[in-house]
């Protein structure tokens, strides 16, 4: 078989050489006979509208134009024997007239053959069906009572229809309803709440079904939900509302939609997050929608099956979903359809039917619509698999064949036919046609063919008789021959020639390389004009001289503006009067019938360029007095800017020869100005103008004009009166420029006084100077001050009278009654009497307290003299001290001081702060862990802030979840520094808290985390049935239970006979037995301290307390578990001896023997 396989696929490859798929032109259709091809059909799955008419659409070509039947349901519809069914002249397409008949009597499977004496195609199976939309079913909803932060789903659950209806919520108002990561709705339309609230309160929840063949939309009766007014629920973990469970699975065809959901409830809303187990999603194919639920991906193909897993997460936790995807696939063809084949007789051939799918399809052949297997047998066809081969056609054989290729998931089905024609050569491109390249450009010659066999096409050059070959030429297989870069001697005339075994044809063509079409390169790629001014653009070009081409102007690759401002030259364009629109690329195109070029040019319009103006002219001095002048010129040019305005500078040739000032500004507008002058000055004027670009140059200046000196018009200003030393009075002023002086001889008149009743004034005249001394004045001195101008013409103003005060000397003076105010342990007040003024001898600048630190008040702080000091600028006579050490003598005292320094110190004085809460300790160890205890060390605090009155230590446990236990305190001495703890049950770590305290309260703590060894706990654990104390505790036990068994014979022979004694014969007391390992009295002692809560007593790991696991209740004794005392002490029921063995075949949870350790264990629970 494998032999058999290998030969026949030798065979395809050999015949994949020899045949090659002749396309009949469509010239030739008319007149060559073929066998039918199906063009046109109705889809596979026809769904009609019952309203309208049916049509099923059968459309074929072949010569003969074929004839067509149809078969309904697989037998053969008897179309003239319903009046309602016609079919289409010239075609197979039936129209049902359905206005008086039901359209479901008409659904049903349907396929149309099409035949001539060539062949039979077949149509595919077209499976009629009614769309419907029924209507929904009556029902009344009851209102939905749910408590706030629960999960809810509102099922919408719509009729069956055809196609399946489109699902969506809205209110009352055809509002759709808002949806979010908290309300979405699912594929199959249920509304989901991953948790309520109580706005969600409301009474028309409506879910809406949209049909889309009938265009009508069915509607569901309102929902109505009433979320509780109560406390809501408790928040939680998430937990997927669908798909149920840990994992599903779900199938998906190739090329299909795969639609992965998840939703998730919890409080609060869950996030959804998606991935792939087994791979990474596609992610051009992949979405998620409705908020991250849904997983969408599109164009399935087989590297999508595997698995995939969505997580829903919340501060509470997680839940996973996995979701095993198969892909499977419909049959879809590898490399198209099997192909036509026209066939010479003697030729060979191969139909291919190529295709695949999961899981793989079966292919069938049929011959004309009949099994391949029935059909006559034909030496020259041979049937392997998916290949049908064809050796030496005859004529005759003409036959249409059906590949179909199906498996559970569809099917495909597919018309080909094999046409054994008979022709000689025919040429089918026009004969000398002229072909035109441009040059260096490749040039195609075309010599289209048609033949059965199929003819051989060879190519010659103008009259030679030697064939064209090399690498000048490519020949393609349609016949066409390819020049790759033509040049002008390629020009000329070719003949080809079409060969096969029953003729020769032959046609001549013609070849022409033209020159190319060049424009002439622009210089400027850029063009800048004024607005209102034209531009021209150029566009030369160079062309073939038989080729004639066009001019086009584009604007910004649009038409041109139609306005007659823009004028078209043959090789120009002209735009006049230049706008701001104008700006823009303009492209020159130059089109002919074989190529184009092109350029383009930015044209850029800028505003009339404006410069700065001229300089004024024709500067004259008129209306000329003592004290003023009037300044009149002429404006130059604006240069397409106006004139904001003027600025006039003046030149004092007198004073300042060469020095321009600035004099006044005037508007724009005007060109004269009244100028102010002073005395004793040379005028000389200038002017500059001022528009948007800027200044203009400095006009010409204008004569010169002198004004007459005059007595000053002002004093000098900044009068001041400050001493330097302790006995002068230094006054300053600020002096008067030459523009100020109004004359030669300038000085200044210094007067002064003490401020006193009587005092008399004091002159002095000074020049080229401006302060003067006052010498041996009183310390601290007020002065009335004067400064007067004065130049050769006369005296200025009465000057204003200045108050100064003489030198400055160091305070004589100490603040009386210091003391402090002790406020707390760090703060104190300080207050004081001030300083009387004359002691002050100054400015009075403020005061200074001195303080410093003499001790402490414990016997490990040491002296501390570094002193603070705290200053109170003005008049204050109080301060406050922060930031004192508790329980520590402070020295202190206090100073005044002025702008010339401080003054002595007041009386040292002294103040205690009290005890404050003293520091952490210094540090806090785990010395050793030991099997049964924990030792702690620590040093005292550094700042004892104090007598320290003892230790606080706080300790929890600590379970790996890293959640604190019961706090326990203990209470320590002050000379304490190390305890030992024994080792609690609860956690293998702890956490340690230390503080010291004093009177004043417990200062800051220092922490410590220690953990135990599990070699430690296990040591404990294992070993402690070994222990002596452990031994004499069992002993005592045993003791016990025999003492209380005494006294119950004692009570039941006091009270009557009790049964007991028949329990106790066939029961044992199982405390008296031997202690061995197999008899299962002692077990091996488990403490699994990492399951066991911190808080609270201690349960079973099933969440339920048994009776029969507390080993040392007298309860234990008692029949049923009721026992009870009698008045006079005697228990009342029967003993019930319980054996451990049988406990322990029940189960791990009761594997437990009685043993002390329990018994401590359930006291501890509770403690």
């Given at each position: 078989?494998?032999?058999?396989?290998?030969?026949?696929?030798?065979?395809?490859?050999?015949?994949?050489?020899?045949?090659?798929?002749?396309?009949?032109?469509?010239?030739?259709?008319?007149?060559?006979?073929?066998?039918?091809?199906?063009?046109?059909?109705?889809?596979?799955?026809?769904?009609?509208?019952?309203?309208?008419?049916?049509?099923?659409?059968?459309?074929?070509?072949?010569?003969?134009?074929?004839?067509?039947?149809?078969?309904?349901?697989?037998?053969?519809?008897?179309?003239?024997?319903?009046?309602?069914?016609?079919?289409?002249?010239?075609?197979?397409?039936?129209?049902?007239?359905?206005?008086?008949?039901?359209?479901?009597?008409?659904?049903?499977?349907?396929?149309?053959?099409?035949?001539?004496?060539?062949?039979?195609?077949?149509?595919?199976?077209?499976v009629i069906r009614q769309s419907r939309s029924p209507l929904w079913s009556k029902e009344k909803n009851r209102p939905i009572v749910v408590q706030e932060g629960v999960s809810l789903v509102l099922p919408c659950r719509p009729p069956a229809g055809l196609p399946p209806p489109i699902v969506f919520w809205m209110d009352n108002n055809f509002q759709k309803l808002p949806q979010s990561r908290r309300v979405s709705q699912s594929l199959n339309g249920d509304l989901y709440f991953s948790n309520v609230r109580r706005e969600d309160s409301r009474n028309d929840y409506i879910c809406y079904a949209r049909f889309t063949h009938t265009q009508t939309i069915q509607q569901k009766q309102p929902i109505t939900v009433r979320v509780l007014n109560q406390a809501p629920m408790d928040e939680r973990k998430p937990t997927f509302l669908i798909p149920p469970g840990s994992s599903s699975s779900m199938r998906v065809l190739r090329g299909h939609v795969l639609e992965m959901e998840c939703i998730a409830e919890g409080l609060p809303t869950p996030e959804v997050s998606w991935s792939k187990v087994s791979g990474e999603l596609p992610s051009r194919r992949t979405s998620f929608l409705h908020f991250n639920k849904t997983l969408r991906i599109t164009k399935v193909s087989e590297s999508d099956d595997g698995v995939y897993r969505c997580t829903a997460r919340n501060q509470f936790g997680s839940v996973d979903h996995t979701i095993s995807v198969s892909v499977k696939a419909a049959p879809y063809w590898i490399s198209g359809p099997p192909k036509n084949l026209v066939l010479a007789p003697g030729e060979n051939g191969v139909l291919t039917c190529r295709a695949s799918g999961i899981p793989k399809p079966l292919i069938t052949w049929t011959m004309n619509?009949?099994?391949?297997?029935?059909?006559?047998?034909?030496?020259?066809?041979?049937?392997?698999?998916?290949?049908?081969?064809?050796?030496?056609?005859?004529?005759?054989?003409?036959?249409?064949?059906?590949?179909?290729?199906?498996?559970?998931?569809?099917?495909?089905?597919?018309?080909?036919?094999?046409?054994?024609?008979?022709?000689?050569?025919?040429?089918?491109?026009p004969s000398n046609?002229?072909?035109?390249?441009?040059?260096?450009?490749?040039?195609?010659?075309?010599?289209?063919?048609?033949?059965?066999?199929?003819?051989?096409?060879?190519?010659?050059?103008?009259?030679?008789?030697?064939?064209?070959?090399?690498?000048?030429?490519?020949?393609?297989?349609?016949?066409?021959?390819?020049?790759?870069?033509?040049?002008a001697q390629n020009s000329g005339k070719y003949m080809c020639v079409a060969t096969n075994a029953l003729g020769i044809s032959k046609n001549h063509v013609h070849l022409e390389v033209k020159e190319p079409t060049r424009i002439q390169k622009q210089r400027e790629k850029t063009k800048t004009v004024q607005k209102g001014r034209s531009v021209v653009f150029e566009c030369k070009v160079n062309h073939d001289e038989t080729l004639f081409p066009t001019m086009t102007w584009l604007k910004d690759n649009g038409e041109l503006p139609d306005e007659e401002r823009f004028v078209v030259g043959s090789d120009s364009l002209t735009i006049v009067d230049v706008t701001e629109s104008d700006a823009g690329m303009y492209t020159c195109i130059m089109n002919t019938t074989l190529d184009h070029d092109s350029a383009t040019t930015e044209l850029n319009v800028v505003e009339a360029i404006p410069e700065k103006p001229d300089p004024p002219t024709d500067l004259e001095l008129t209306d000329q007095t003592k004290r003023s002048v009037q300044l009149t010129w002429t404006p130059g040019d604006e240069h397409n800017s106006p004139i904001q305005k003027f600025l006039i500078q003046y030149e004092d040739s007198l004073h300042h020869r060469g020095h321009w000032h600035n004099l006044t500004e005037v508007p724009g507008t005007m060109t004269t100005a009244h100028l102010k002058l002073s005395p004793y000055v040379h005028y000389t004027f200038r002017v500059f103008a001022l528009n948007a670009v800027g200044y203009s140059n400095a006009s010409s200046p204008s004569k010169m004009?002198?004004?007459?000196?005059?007595?000053?018009?002002?004093?000098?200003?900044?009068?001041?009166?400050?001493?330097?030393?302790?006995?002068?009075?230094?006054?300053?002023?600020?002096?008067?420029?030459?523009?100020?002086?109004?004359?030669?001889?300038?000085?200044?008149?210094?007067?002064?006084?003490?401020?006193?009743?009587?005092?008399?004034?004091?002159?002095?005249?000074?020049?080229?100077?401006?302060?003067?001394?006052?010498?041996?004045?009183?310390?601290?001195?007020?002065?009335?001050?004067?400064?007067?101008?004065?130049?050769?013409?006369?005296?200025?103003?009465?000057?204003?009278?200045?108050?100064?005060?003489?030198?400055?000397?160091?305070?004589?003076?100490?603040?009386?009654?210091?003391?402090?105010?002790?406020?707390?342990?760090?703060?104190?007040?300080?207050?004081?009497?001030?300083v009387p003024h004359n002691s002050i001898r100054g400015h009075l600048k403020g005061y200074k307290v001195y303080y410093w630190r003499k001790h402490g008040m414990h016997k490990h702080n040491p002296d501390h003299m570094e002193k603070d000091i705290l200053s109170f600028s003005g008049n204050h006579t109080h301060g406050m001290?922060?930031?004192?050490?508790?329980?520590?003598?402070?020295?202190?005292?206090?100073?005044?001081?002025?702008?010339?320094?401080?003054?002595?110190?007041?009386?040292?004085?002294?103040?205690?702060?009290?005890?404050?809460?003293?520091?952490?300790?210094?540090?806090?160890?785990?010395?050793?862990?030991?099997?049964?205890?924990?030792?702690?060390?620590?040093?005292?605090?550094?700042?004892?802030?104090?007598?320290?009155?003892?230790?606080?230590?706080?300790?929890?446990?600590?379970?790996?979840?890293?959640?604190?236990?019961?706090?326990?305190?203990?209470?320590?001495?002050?000379?304490?520094?190390?305890?030992?703890?024994?080792?609690?049950?609860?956690?293998?770590?702890?956490?340690?808290?230390?503080?010291?305290?004093?009177?004043?309260?417990?200062?800051?703590?220092?922490?410590?985390?220690?953990?135990?060894?599990?070699?430690?706990?296990?040591?404990?654990?294992?070993?402690?049935?070994?222990?002596?104390?452990?031994?004499?505790?069992?002993?005592?036990?045993?003791?016990?239970?025999?003492?209380?068994?005494?006294?119950?014979?004692?009570?039941?022979?006091?009270g009557g006979k009790y049964p007991v004694k028949e329990k106790e014969d066939a029961h044992t007391d199982p405390e008296f037995q031997p202690m061995k390992d197999d008899d299962c009295t002692f077990v091996e002692y488990s403490d699994n301290e990492d399951h066991k809560p911190l808080k609270g007593s201690r349960t079973p790991s099933n969440g339920t307390v048994k009776r029969d696991d507390s080993d040392d209740s007298l309860v234990d004794y008692g029949e049923g578990g009721d026992g009870q005392f009698n008045e006079d002490g005697s228990f009342i029921g029967q003993y019930s001896g319980k054996s451990s063995c049988r406990d322990n075949a029940e189960g791990p949870e009761s594997s437990e023997a009685p043993s002390p350790i329990n018994a401590m264990n359930s006291l501890n629970s509770f403690v």
């Open positions: 078989m494998e032999k058999r396989r290998m030969d026949a696929a030798l065979l395809v490859l050999i015949l994949g050489h020899l045949a090659i798929a002749l396309e009949v032109p469509l010239d030739l259709l008319e007149i060559l006979p073929q066998p039918p091809t199906i063009t046109h059909q109705s889809p596979k799955d026809y769904i009609i509208d019952p309203r309208e008419n049916i049509t099923i659409h059968c459309e074929a070509k072949g010569k003969p134009h074929p004839s067509f039947s149809w078969t309904k349901d697989g037998t053969h519809f008897r179309i003239e024997e319903d009046p309602r069914v016609t079919m289409k002249p010239h075609s197979g397409t039936l129209v049902v007239d359905i206005s008086m008949m039901r359209a479901e009597n008409y659904e049903g499977v349907f396929q149309c053959t099409a035949r001539n004496n060539h062949g039979t195609a077949v149509s595919n199976n077209i619509g009949i099994p391949i297997e029935n059909s006559p047998t034909d030496e020259s066809r041979k049937v392997e698999d998916d290949v049908i081969i064809f050796t030496d056609v005859q004529t005759g054989s003409s036959a249409v064949y059906q590949c179909n290729v199906s498996n559970e998931y569809g099917y495909l089905l597919s018309n080909a036919f094999v046409n054994v024609l008979s022709e000689p050569p025919r040429v089918m491109t046609k002229i072909y035109q390249v441009i040059k260096n450009h490749p040039a195609l010659l075309d010599c289209a063919s048609f033949g059965s066999p199929l003819p051989k096409i060879t190519w010659f050059r103008d009259l030679s008789a030697s064939t064209l070959n090399g690498d000048n030429y490519i020949f393609h297989d349609n016949g066409t021959i390819e020049i790759p870069v033509a040049q004009y002198k004004t007459d000196p005059a007595a000053p018009d002002e004093n000098p200003a900044g009068v001041h009166g400050i001493g330097t030393e302790h006995d002068n009075l230094v006054i300053s002023w600020k002096p008067l420029s030459n523009l100020q002086s109004n004359g030669p001889g300038l000085h200044y008149k210094v007067s002064w006084r003490q401020k006193k009743l009587g005092a008399e004034w004091a002159t002095q005249n000074v020049s080229s100077n401006s302060k003067f001394t006052v010498s041996g004045t009183p310390t601290f001195s007020p002065y009335e001050i004067k400064v007067q101008a004065v130049n050769n013409y006369g005296a200025g103003p009465e000057p204003a009278v200045v108050l100064g005060f003489s030198g400055e000397d160091l305070p004589i003076g100490t603040p009386d009654n210091v003391k402090a105010v002790v406020i707390n342990s760090t703060l104190a007040k300080i207050l004081w009497d001030a001290l922060p930031g004192l050490h508790p329980f520590s003598a402070y020295l202190f005292h206090v100073r005044v001081y002025n702008g010339k320094g401080e003054g002595p110190p007041s009386p040292t004085q002294h103040f205690k702060t009290p005890e404050g809460a003293p520091g952490p300790p210094t540090s806090l160890e785990v010395a050793k862990t030991d099997l049964d205890s924990l030792t702690l060390n620590w040093s005292p605090p550094l700042e004892h802030n104090g007598h320290i009155t003892g230790y606080t230590l706080k300790y929890q446990p600590v379970n790996n979840s890293n959640e604190l236990g019961p706090e326990e305190e203990l209470a320590l001495a002050a000379n304490e520094t190390s305890v030992t703890l024994p080792i609690l049950k609860y956690s293998k770590r702890y956490k340690f808290l230390l503080s010291a305290k004093t009177s004043s309260g417990a200062g800051p703590a220092v922490s410590q985390e220690a953990a135990v060894s599990d070699e430690a706990v296990a040591s404990r654990q294992v070993d402690i049935a070994t222990q002596g104390w452990f031994i004499g505790l069992m002993c005592a036990i045993a003791l016990l239970i025999l003492i209380l068994l005494i006294i119950c014979f004692i009570q039941r022979n006091k």
